[in-house]
């Protein structure tokens, strides 16, 4: 036991230096734009076409006779010269080495944030800058420590949190696997989650459209006993589009129950899900398209 408490004592503050120089080597970076000012380095940001992702690179040039260490920083933004192409909104930080003189191309991964304009054409050029707001900067940290989520999930959440899009468009196949994006976004904007997703359009261009194509969501009910459900879809006329589930017989207990709707040719509107027992409705709630 005394071994034992011997060792945690030497362990725990080696723990912690071993923290402090994690850290202390970051303090050796210095923000692209200050070098960028002071002339220690030139750079350049040019699309490479597309809005998510490595949409950007960027070339370097080391002008002094010292190495740069340089840093791009999660929530900066790239502004487009050319206003009726969106900014980009960069969510992963890169650590940069510079030789003295050297020249070097790296890729820089962000998202379009403004779903109104078009995507940047290849080769546009962009202008850095630290200008952010405090909720980009809260979804931009989000974003640098979670790097392997759907991008088509990221962007919409991007233009949510930038350029006040629709939160009900943070989509995936697998929305288990967005639930914390979309928390973590309401969070920060104060809109409420929807119980589905829409699968929005983007236009050649790439800009958001107001209509979908698909709809997944997930209708959560509780059974008392052994019964024949059904799950329809109606318009607000009760008409019934789509049947999801018919008097299919489960057992007691919780459900939850994903179903996917393709939406691409209705009508913007109100629409319902219901959740028949029996025969009887035990929920309904409502879709807006």
Known sequence: MKSLLFFKLLFIPYMMMAA?????????????????????????????????????????????????????????????????????????????????????????????CAHDKSAPSKEVAFRYTDDTLTKELKLANYLNTHRLLDLSAVQHAVWVVCNDANIDGIYAEDMASIQELKKVVADITGKEIPWYTKKYDIDSLGR?????????????????????VTVQITNAQQ??????????????????????????????????????????????????L
Request: aromatic share 10%.
């Open 20 to 112: 402090t120089a994690a850290s202390d080597w970051k303090k050796e970076y210095s923000p692209i734009l200050i070098r960028i000012d002071d002339h220690s380095i030139k750079a350049s940001f040019n699309s490479v076409g597309g809005y998510s992702g490595e949409c950007v690179s960027l070339d370097m040039q080391n002008l002094t006779n010292k190495e740069q260490k340089i840093v791009l920083e999660a929530g900066d933004k790239l502004m487009c010269e050319n206003e009726e192409m969106q900014n980009i909104f960069i969510t992963q930080t890169q650590y940069i080495v510079l030789a003295p003189h050297a020249t070097k191309r790296n890729s820089v991964f962000g998202f379009c």
């Open 239 to 288: 008409v019934v589009l789509k049947v999801p589930m018919q008097e299919r017989l489960l057992q007691r207990g919780h459900y939850d129950y994903q179903f996917t709707w393709e939406t691409n040719r209705l009508p913007k509107g109100t629409y319902l899900a219901r959740v028949f027992c029996d025969g009887q409705m035990i929920q309904e709630k409502t879709i807006m």
């Open 208 to 228: 958001l459209q107001e209509t979908s194509s698909k709809l997944i969501a997930i209708m959560d009910f509780n059974l008392a006993k052994e019964s024949e």
